[in-house]
């Protein structure tokens, strides 16, 4: 698969992990939800699309589709900066934000980024584009609501 297919892929995943997402809000989170829209969020934000619940700003969320299964580490990685931004959203208008994940086995889990993680450490940001280290928060995996298995 080149870089493109790759590339189309991935976007074709997040749709459907939105999918996902969208049924449990709607059926799942007892948060009275009649119609849920995503809004797509500016080129560089922590976060990927703004979430509308009955035609009202909720939340934010960041997509992310993993090339591993869910339980293959203990941990899994966000950017720190993705935490901090939503612990400003929550100080500012006390709207959180999520990080909705797909993984290689088909499970999609949910968590909220406003809650402190499990640890924060330097690290890798991506093999693939070289050797460049970012600070990451670091959340257990277990505590991932699981939307699908």
Known sequence: MDQEEAYLSTLENTEEVLKIYKDY??????????????????????????????????????????????????????????????????????????????????????LDLGEEPTSVEIMTARYDRGVERDLYALYNINRFIILSS
Do not use: W
């Open 25 to 110: 809000l709607l059926n799942k989170a007892n948060i009275g939800a009649v119609k849920v829209e995503f809004r797509n969020g500016p080129q560089f934000a922590d976060y990927d699309r703004e979430v509308f619940v009955n035609e009202c700003f909720n939340h934010y969320v960041e997509v992310k589709i993993r090339t591993t299964p869910m339980f293959a580490f203990p941990k899994t990685k966000v950017p720190l900066r993705k935490h901090t931004f939503a612990e400003h959203s929550i100080a500012s208008s006390g709207k959180t934000s999520y990080f909705l994940c797909g993984f290689s086995d088909g499970m999609v889990g949910l």
